[in-house]
């Protein structure tokens, strides 16, 4: 026996070396990956040399003999450092991800196909201004300049997935593009949202728990809507599937002021957009510089431009505006020939065409893709899909960022290059601009500062009932839309010396403006909060600007906290302290206190108590703070408090706020106590709410993830201006997820003295010193030197490239 454990002993030892000798080996191979970041490389598709100094962060500095080649040179940096988040995303746009995870993408892939939207990009590229085409098409070769050669292996997602990378098309870029406008766009998703809630709460109460939606909206609804939409409730599935690509994924800030009121006479600029934490970020810093023209700033993989940042001359930014820009339509089948729809003026045919999606490990799935007059209609082809769409009907989306004659990048492309500082001159630059509907704040060095709502805006009938708020009804022409706004009847407002603009994802419209924008707004806590920061220094700097953006008081806890303490007598010895500790708290979300850890914990488990048990397996895919709900219901609100405080699950009791409110207390005490121990004062936020930057897809595998995701502690939380904002019901749930990949401050009266950061690092290859070197710095709220000064950029150059141009390289 003891023999037969020695030979199995040694042939596990055996088989435990050869594992480790392949991962070693592949670990050495995987590490030549890394892309050649000094000397010379011969390329094709430049006209002259191009020479990208790298900083000791890892920033690339482009320096171009034409606007083209600089361009060329970021697609070049782009495809070094971030090969796999543009296949990703691109791959995501196409509806091909199940080519590479099989059947558990097929849905979103089936989704992405019925919607169409590479296809419009298709389209939208063939139809740019021939300098935007050549501008896509410098930046695509410089992409595909950069793909490995000569043996190397591509990044480790590639090889770990088995997935080769085709070549960048100009059309990929307008994708990426599109993809963000999706992304960043949640009306379909919130019509289909309010229908399941009507399901399983009732009119009242699904008002209380997620205005606006009026009484007499759901009444107008109920008269047409499909009698079979009670579907709605058991299709969990599918909108769990689609819920990352529909969902709104904004909440950022931006604000500007002119230079009366700054040290130094000039506008000061400041943004920070906010998106899901992922490693790499979405967003990569970079400076291009050619003749007659530079650019600093923001850019995202995939597209060939600044998305925010500066010129010499010009800054900008922008936040999610929440325009209302999707609608969705019932349209009835002809019960007589499934081929077509009834409309007001009779029947129509549907337009249709069929698509093959490709599944890994399974069977090639052909796809029935239909459209209406409207748009696209959203696919039954999954059964999942199917219980969104009761039996005779189809559900339409009418989009304008689906329009063929989308060209929005050539705003992208104009304004990293605008010459002229002019208001004028700046807000022409957004005539083409289509979507994502952004709130862009702008300043000049001429002193001139504005806000823009730049995009297609629709247009709705005064005697529409729903006002956009849940699907209409096709058949009826009071639901079809007027048009779009022009761009020159759009919202926007210049400015000079004095003059502030602030954005925060809340209503910036002003009462009485018409047509409508939206009814479905972020809260103003943040908003208020940046207002209240900018007004309490009469002049301010690039130094008052960084503390406004890490600011980390809570509005939302000063509203609600007082409310819940003077409702709650609590109940034992750790709730009286825990209350006292609250009572004194200063309302900051700082990383080494207890209280906001307290406070996020109580909140949790309020919410959770008021509402999980009206919404039954609906709760977890809405367990946020929901602060107009918990106001209203803090505040004595009928609809809101006397609804939900009672637990429909017992019988025989009526429950009350303040029981809920201690019960609650209580209940996440105990939660805390059994992760963190008994000792309250020991506590700190900052060891629950560690930044989590999620990896794709790698953060789905248990033991890849512990390699290629990253995690640093920090303040801040879902209200504060530095936004950090968590789940509550994912396994980690104070943990940050979701906050400002990028910040920047931009100083006219100084442009080098700007500064940015950006979440994780500038390399998306986990091998690269540059894959996380910037997540301590970010979460500290350090940032780095904005400067274009060429002096300064070479005395702390790490690594000098230059793209020297084949022989047959011909001029651009």
Wanted: hydrophobic content about 40%; glycine content about 8%; overall charge negative.
């Amino acid at each position: 026996m003891k023999r037969i454990l020695k030979v199995a002993g040694y042939s596990i030892l055996g088989l435990v070396g050869m594992l480790l000798l392949f991962i070693a080996g592949t670990t050495l191979a995987l590490r030549g990956s890394l892309p050649k970041l000094d000397g010379e490389v011969t390329v094709e598709g430049v006209s002259a040399p191009v020479r990208i100094v790298r900083d000791r962060e890892g920033v690339p500095h482009i320096y171009a003999t034409s606007r083209n080649d600089a361009l060329f040179g970021l697609g070049f940096v782009h495809g070094q450092d971030r090969l796999w988040q543009m296949e990703f995303q691109r791959r995501t746009i196409q509806g091909r991800l199940s080519e590479v995870a099989g059947s558990a993408t097929l849905v979103a892939d089936t989704y992405l196909r019925a919607l169409g939207l590479y296809r419009a990009a298709e389209q939208a590229a063939e139809r740019l201004s021939p300098a935007a085409r050549s501008a896509l098409a410098a930046y695509a070769a410089g992409v595909n300049a950069a793909r490995p050669k000569g043996g190397k292996p591509l990044p480790p997602e590639f090889f770990v997935l088995g997935v080769d990378f085709d070549a960048w098309r100009p059309a990929d870029s307008v994708a990426v593009l599109k993809g963000l406008a999706l992304q960043l766009s949640a009306n379909a998703f919130s019509e289909i949202f309010r229908l399941q809630l009507l399901k399983q709460l009732g009119s009242a109460k699904a008002a209380a728990f997620n205005p606006p939606l009026p009484l007499e909206v759901v009444e107008a609804y109920r008269a047409y809507a499909p009698a079979e939409t009670t579907k709605f409730a058991d299709a969990l599935d599918a909108i769990d599937a689609l819920a990352p690509m529909m969902a709104r994924a904004g909440a950022s800030n931006n604000w500007v002021v002119g230079g009366g009121r700054t040290t130094s006479g000039k506008p000061l600029l400041a943004n920070d957009p906010h998106l899901p934490l992922s490693v790499p970020a979405i967003w990569y810093l970079a400076h291009l510089s050619w003749p007659g023209g530079q650019a600093i700033g923001g850019t995202i993989p995939g597209i060939p431009a600044i998305v925010a940042g500066r010129t010499d001359h010009v800054a900008w930014g922008m936040t999610t505006t929440g325009a209302d820009t999707q609608d969705l339509y019932w349209e009835k089948i002809d019960p007589d020939d499934e081929r077509y729809y009834v409309t007001s003026h009779g029947t129509a045919p549907f337009t249709a065409r069929s698509e093959t999606i490709n599944v890994r490990f399974g069977a090639p799935k052909t796809i029935h893709i239909r459209a209406t007059r409207h748009g696209p209609v959203l696919p039954t082809d999954d059964p999942r899909l199917r219980l969104l769409v009761p039996e005779g009907y189809a559900l339409a989306l009418a989009w304008p960022a689906l329009d063929p004659e989308d060209r929005t990048m050539e705003t992208a492309l104009g304004i990293f290059e605008a010459g002229d500082a002019a208001a004028e001159a700046i807000e022409r630059l957004f005539t083409p601009y289509r979507a994502p509907i952004q709130s862009f704040v702008y300043a000049s060095d001429r002193g001139d500062v504005g806000l823009i709502l730049p995009g297609s805006i629709p247009v709705r009938r005064p005697d529409n009932p729903v006002k956009g708020l849940l699907p209409g009804n096709g058949r009826d022409p009071r639901f079809d839309w007027q048009g779009l706004i022009s761009y020159s009847e759009g919202p926007h407002w210049s400015g000079r010396e004095n003059d502030a603009f602030i954005t925060a994802n809340n209503n910036v419209v002003p009462s009485g403006y018409a047509p409508m924008i939206a009814l479905d707004f972020d809260p103003e806590y943040r908003a208020r909060q940046i207002k209240a920061l900018v007004d309490r220094r009469p002049k301010h700097d690039v130094e008052s600007f960084r503390d406004i953006q890490l600011d980390v008081r809570d509005l939302f806890a000063m509203d609600a906290l007082p409310l819940m303490l003077a409702q709650t007598t609590p109940a034992g010895e750790r709730a009286v302290k825990a209350a006292a500790l609250l009572a004194t708290w200063d309302r900051h979300m700082s990383g080494d206190r207890p209280e906001p850890l307290i406070y996020a914990a109580w909140m949790r488990a309020f919410v959770k108590m008021l509402a999980a048990d009206e919404l039954g397996d609906l709760f977890e895919r809405v367990w946020t703070d929901r602060p107009d709900f918990v106001m209203g219901v803090l505040k004595g609100d009928p609809a809101a408090a006397v609804s939900f405080c009672d637990d429909v699950s017992t019988t025989g009791v009526a429950e009350t706020c303040s029981e809920i409110l201690r019960r609650s207390l209580n209940s996440a005490l105990a939660e805390l106590a059994e992760r963190y121990g008994g000792d309250i004062g020991s506590w700190r936020w900052d060891r629950a709410h560690e930044a989590t930057f999620s990896h794709t897809p790698f953060s789905l595998v248990p033991v890849l993830s512990s390699v290629f995701e990253l995690r640093e502690p920090m303040g801040g939380g879902v209200f504060t201006i530095q936004r950090a904002a968590y789940r509550y019901a994912s396994r980690e749930p104070y943990a940050a997820v979701h906050g400002s990949g990028y910040r920047a401050v931009y100083d006219l009266g100084d442009p080098n003295a700007s500064i940015y950061m950006i979440a994780t690092g500038q390399s998306g290859n986990v091998y690269s010193p540059y894959y996380g070197n910037l997540v301590p710095l970010w979460a500290r709220g350090e940032y780095l030197k904005m400067t274009t000064d060429t002096a300064e950029i070479e005395k702390n150059a790490t690594a000098t490239l230059v793209l020297q141009p084949s022989r047959s390289a011909t001029p651009r």
